[in-house]
């Protein structure tokens, strides 16, 4: 019999629909999941009476033959990039040390609304800002997957939902939150073998997400498959008016619709992201996955995004400057750490508080944030940027014009070693390459666990919509899904 | 353009970041390592492109001029490293 920690949400669902099992044992079975993966460092606040609460509402309302919501009796892992009411919220930066929200993210809010309950808070890079969650100011999370040599070497989830991926994949959690500014869901999803999606731009309400970079910031759910993706985007979104960029349209049924034939659909190949030294196993893997959507039914056709090159430097550009206009907000008066030197003045006291609060990488994008808008650079970085943005969509919408949806790797290589990019920020960034362009759209992207590299570590394949069309992006990944028979597992280590 | 140690000195104080003379050393080939790779946009003809404002779309809405929260502040002090009186305290910034 399966356990119940291998089970996902549907899995969850039924067997609570059906009776087999009750949502407070399984909420007490995650619950020691989580207790017993301290090694994993992927928790920062661990909230196992919060599950248990949601799973006796959800019991209560099973026993009274109430209609019960999507999610119930689920228990979530949620980045602590979330607001939770009364629970500590940190986006793993010390200079939130001790912040306890007194309000809800609309996002956590929406799931609890469904029935979920909450494990915990789960470790992130600082500020969502890194690719492998070694930025947070609470210790790196380690992957659950360790490569088949033998040698045991700690391994990076990815990031910047690092802590979201490792749950996930660990089976510590069935499923959890994560957002994705310029790949944070997708690149740890591949790392780890989950299925991670990000919504088109508007999609989830940003309200109560700590913000990092906010004309690309977007929650969507990490999971085991396509269609536990699909139940948790459906719990997950909607119209916000607290959010000014919230887009107010309904959320479609994307469970409901779910069909992995993909007759009449043309697949586009973007020859520019055939990038140098990328990996041949990278690169079989690609061809593999056209050979899946061909064998869904899709026609494949080759597209050109001129401008990709473009992306990962115009990213650097846009997320820093958003960046440090939103982070000025940690100035020790409202909220967080307050660091005042003895006789300090108000100026010295924001000062001395940054310094103090801020881990490297964040002080690294705020620097670059504000040179890059300061007087006398501002256009010819910032607005050229902005432009090179526009040529980047742009790109995308001619693209559309012969084909319904892109397939890429998500990421160039398998999870790396901690520590191994470290000492290069920039060599660090262009992890992001594949996931970054269509960041810069805002359009919707899920990565979907394809196979397995020579060392026995999981490979993603990125799957790329038109804005609002999620329902396509997660049939091709339901065709890659079924066809791919992705089932490995990390063994237990921990 | 290449940044020196004086330029992020200055880009620190504008992003109120204290930094040590080590610190401004250590972000002088950093910060020229990145802007430097970012420089290529510049080779991008964008002559007759307008910058990008809104990645999907969206009116902006209106809603009624009315009061929609409000009685809050307890809660907006809660989290405050010093409140005093209902207000947040910061130190004193007029002699």
């Known amino acids: 019999m399966t356990e119940i920690y291998d089970l996902g949400i549907a899995g969850i669902r039924s067997g609570i629909a059906d009776g087999d099992f009750t949502a407070r044992e399984v909420a007490e079975t995650f619950n020691a999941r989580v207790s017993a993966a301290k090694p994993l460092n992927a928790f920062l606040v661990e909230t196992p009476e919060h599950a248990l609460a949601a799973a006796d509402a959800t019991d209560k309302a099973r026993a009274a033959g109430e209609t019960l919501g999507k999610m119930a009796g689920v228990p979530i892992g949620m980045k602590d990039l979330f607001c939770t009411q009364g629970v500590e919220t940190t986006a793993a930066s010390g200079i939130l040390k001790g912040f306890v929200p007194q309000y809800e993210s609309t996002v956590s809010a929406n799931l609890f609304q469904a029935g979920a309950g909450m494990l915990g808070k789960l470790n992130l890079d600082q500020f969502a800002m890194g690719s492998s969650n070694e930025t947070s100011a609470f210790g790196n999370v380690i992957s659950p997957w360790r490569r088949n040599d033998g040698g045991n070497s700690d391994l990076t989830p990815g990031g910047s939902s690092g802590g979201s991926a490792a749950v996930v994949s660990g089976r510590i959690a069935p499923a959890a939150t994560g957002t994705d500014t310029g790949g944070s869901i997708r690149q740890p999803a591949a790392f780890t073998g989950i299925t991670g999606f990000k919504p088109t731009y508007g999609r989830c309400s940003r309200w109560g997400t700590i913000a990092f970079a906010s004309s690309l910031d977007q929650a969507g759910p990490m999971a085991h498959d396509v269609r536990d993706c699909a139940i948790m985007l459906e719990a997950m979104a909607g119209f916000d008016a607290k959010d000014s960029t919230s887009l107010d349209l309904p959320v479609p049924d994307w469970e409901a619709a779910l069909n992995s034939n993909l007759a009449g659909k043309k697949i586009g190949i973007p020859k520019e992201y055939r990038v140098e030294n990328m990996p041949a196993e990278i690169d079989a893997l690609w061809q593999k996955g056209i050979e899946m959507l061909k064998d869904a039914g899709a026609h494949i056709v080759d597209v050109s995004l001129p401008h990709t090159k473009y992306a990962l430097p115009a990213y650097y550009i846009i997320a820093p400057a958003e960046a440090s206009s939103n982070l000025s907000r940690y100035d020790g008066v409202r909220y967080g750490l307050r660091d005042l030197p003895d006789g300090a003045g108000l100026q010295d006291m924001y000062a001395a508080t940054r310094e103090a609060g801020f881990g490297p990488e964040v002080k690294r994008r705020i620097m670059i944030g504000t040179y890059v808008l300061s007087a006398g650079y501002y256009d010819a970085y910032y607005t050229q940027a902005q432009k090179v943005r526009t040529l980047i969509s742009q790109d995308f919408d001619k693209a559309w014009k012969s084909c319904d949806l892109l397939l890429a790797p998500t990421a160039p290589s398998a999870a790396f070693g901690l520590g191994e990019k470290m000492d290069d920020p920039l060599a660090m960034y262009l992890n992001d390459v594949f996931t970054v362009p269509s960041s810069l759209a805002g359009l919707p992207a899920m990565s979907v666990p394809a196979g397995l590299d020579g060392k026995g570590l999981p490979l993603g394949l990125q799957i790329i919509g038109k804005a609002l069309d999620e329902q396509s992006v997660f049939n091709a990944g339901l065709a890659i899904e079924e066809r791919a028979g992705f089932v490995a597992k990390p063994e237990q280590w921990w | ?95």
């Open chain 2, 1 to 95: 353009m290449s940044i020196d140690k004086e330029t992020v000195k200055k880009i620190a104080s504008l992003s109120r970041i204290a930094i040590t003379d080590a610190e401004a050393d250590a972000f002088v080939p950093e910060l020229n390592q990145i802007l430097g790779w970012v420089e290529q946009l510049g080779e991008v003809d964008c002559s007759k492109v307008e910058p990008m404002t809104a990645v999907i779309p969206n009116k902006l809405r209106l809603r009624d001029d009315v009061v929609t929260d409000g009685e809050i502040r307890d809660k907006i002090l809660a989290n405050a490293p010093i409140a005093d009186h209902g207000f947040f305290a910061v130190p004193k910034v007029i002699e």
